[in-house]
């Protein structure tokens, strides 16, 4: 059986991106929307691993033993999990960002230090744009309270 449908909501911004395309699967009680979805999601996936597998490939690593070089690995899958964390967050929040939008929208929130005058010095954290605010909110950072300089 062949079905074919245009999404009501996603398709103006999905055509934008991608045009058409068809995905075939050998599930049948996997909705077309739920297709799509997750044929997207192992792009994200692949496209992650790819990503990985240039940082194992790239050259020249200066890392002196085999401990550092697995670290380095760790680091960047690390921050891959944290990417997803993050979109997961996102998403769940109603938030039409990527993580790499998101994470450019909080470097509106400053942490600046204020000379007092009399030997003290008071830290302070702006308030950023209204878009950094709303990644706040969905990722449940209620608290911008740094610890005092030195």
Do not use: C
């Not at 934008?16 to 909705?31: H, M, V, W």
């Amino acid at each position: 059986m062949f079905s074919f449908f245009e999404h009501p909501v996603h398709f103006a911004r999905e055509q934008a991106y991608e045009g058409k395309y068809i995905i075939q699967t050998e599930e049948p009680d996997l909705s077309p929307v739920e297709a799509v979805r997750l044929y997207k999601e192992l792009s994200q996936v692949e496209r992650a691993f790819a990503n990985l597998k240039d940082v194992i490939d790239m050259r020249p690593i200066y890392h002196r033993t085999a401990e550092r070089v697995e670290a380095h690995i760790f680091v960047a899958a690390l921050a891959f999990l944290i990417h997803r964390a993050i979109e997961k967050k996102l998403k769940d929040a109603g938030l039409d960002l990527s993580a790499t939008q998101a994470l450019e929208a909080l470097k509106s929130v400053r942490v600046v230090d204020i000379d007092l005058g009399n030997g003290t010095t008071k830290r302070s954290v702006t308030k950023g744009t209204q878009r950094a605010a709303a990644v706040l909110r969905a990722l449940a950072v209620t608290e911008l309270n740094p610890p005092a300089p030195p």
